[in-house]
């Protein structure tokens, strides 16, 4: 960064709590982040004492969320242990989204709330944090351990628990080699406007609910991009390590993937914690949502080539290959099942089946009963399930296949 731009960058934060209108600047190309797999030590960072500036920093970034930033950023302000500052970076916006977030920053009942604005942003998200978290560096003088103690990351169309911030912040206070603990997401409820919109939102629902309970508390797959809360030690590693936290590349379609693999070959510990929950939109059309998820396992499949197979990348790759297993087994014997049960109701059927189906009623509700009994009533039926996993399939087919013969278009 210029001279230039980080005088700049001081100035907005003496100057005003919202910050100033910056030009956008075009962040250095980093090392290819698969370069070292060594662990990066932390004794460096490990002192930090009652030096730090700020407890907890906020940063989100947003792009075209002039609909749901005010309430995402609302969220914040009634947290029970409020952040110190909260930083939006508003990137390649062509929206209101801007004038929301300085609505919400010019408000004195909220937290300290800097808006920065990044209009010329090639690198997604990935970006648009790495500006935001080089702007913070800049106004605590350099380092972030010895002013900041802890980041959250978290999406301008998502709503924290009350008392998210509370709650990760004891998580991480309970081992010091954890470098962040990630939200368990629920999806909002009561968006549908017609009965095909309330079966595919209800599913991803159950979805979002089914996986929050199954995530692992220690080596989970990924960092929600939702809402993650990091340990800045963990955070300065990476930056020293290869000069940024978040990968910019167009290739890099789910950063926060990539980083939750970067902070575990660093040697951190990654966790997930059920009581931090994320409440994040839904995908309203089936084209969205499969335009949402191509994104999400076309990014993992090529982040997951790239590295290989790795103690880190194993769990990944096996779970994605008995993904398909299940899928066709499902697909498969669940169909044909239901199609001879209604041709012939339960006559002649052997008992071994009788207590294979009775299984596949059984335990689907069984694992979503945290979300009421209309769930587990959904999940008991079968036939919903069968059509989500028709639908999940080939969006995970699509994705290897897109991974392997054709190339990430940039972004716009």
Not at 142 to 169: N, Q, W, Y
Not at 355 to 362: E, R
Not at 363 to 392: F, S
Request: overall charge positive; hydrophobic content about 40%.
């Amino acid at each position: 960064m210029s001279g230039t731009t980080a005088r700049r960058a001081r100035e907005n934060a003496a100057r005003s709590t919202r910050g100033r209108r910056r030009k956008g600047r075009t962040p250095v190309q980093p090392a290819e982040a698969v370069g070292s797999r060594h662990r990066r030590g932390r004794g460096a960072y490990a002192e930090q004492g009652d030096t730090a500036v700020y407890d907890t920093v906020i940063l989100v970034p947003a792009r075209n969320e002039e609909v749901g930033v005010l309430m995402s950023l609302k969220t914040l302000a009634a947290q029970s242990r409020r952040p110190d500052l909260i930083v939006v970076v508003v990137n390649n916006s062509t929206d209101r989204t801007e004038e929301f977030a300085r609505q919400f920053a010019d408000d004195e009942s909220t937290p300290r709330t800097v808006v920065l604005n990044f209009p010329n942003n090639p690198h997604k998200k990935a970006g648009a944090l790495n500006y935001g978290l080089q702007w913070l560096r800049e106004s605590v003088g350099g380092r972030l351990p010895s002013k900041v103690r802890h980041v959250l990351v978290m999406d301008a169309d998502t709503e924290l628990h009350p008392k998210f911030i509370e709650r990760a912040r004891n998580v991480l206070a309970s081992d010091p080699e954890l470098g962040g603990v990630s939200a368990a997401c629920l999806g909002r409820t009561g968006l549908w406007r017609n009965p095909w919109q309330r079966f595919l939102l209800g599913m991803q629902i159950i979805e979002y609910g089914r996986a929050a309970n199954i995530r692992y508390r220690q080596d989970v797959h990924t960092m929600s991009g939702a809402g993650s809360f990091y340990r800045t030690e963990a955070l300065q590693g990476l930056l020293d390590w290869r000069g940024q936290v978040f990968w910019e590349d167009h290739r890099n379609l789910v950063e926060d993937y990539e980083t939750t693999l970067a902070l575990k070959e660093s040697g951190w510990k990654i966790t997930a914690n059920q009581l931090c929950i994320a409440y994040t939109d839904l995908m309203p059309t089936l084209r969205e949502l499969i335009q949402q998820r191509e994104r999400w396992s076309r990014g993992t499949v090529d982040t997951l080539r790239r590295r290989g197979w790795t103690k880190f990348t194993w769990h990944s790759i096996s779970t994605m290959i008995l993904g398909l297993i299940g899928a066709a087994y499902i697909l498969g014997w669940g169909s044909s099942q239901l199609v001879r049960t209604a041709q012939r109701g339960f006559d002649n059927y052997p008992v071994f089946l009788l207590l294979m189906l009775g299984f596949w009623v059984v335990y689907p509700a069984l694992r979503v009963r945290n979300l009421g009994w209309k769930a587990m009533l959904v999940e008991a039926v079968l036939l919903p399930e069968l059509v989500y996993t028709v639908v999940r399939t080939y969006w995970l087919v699509s994705s290897i296949v897109k991974s392997y013969v054709t190339r990430v278009s940039a972004w716009k």
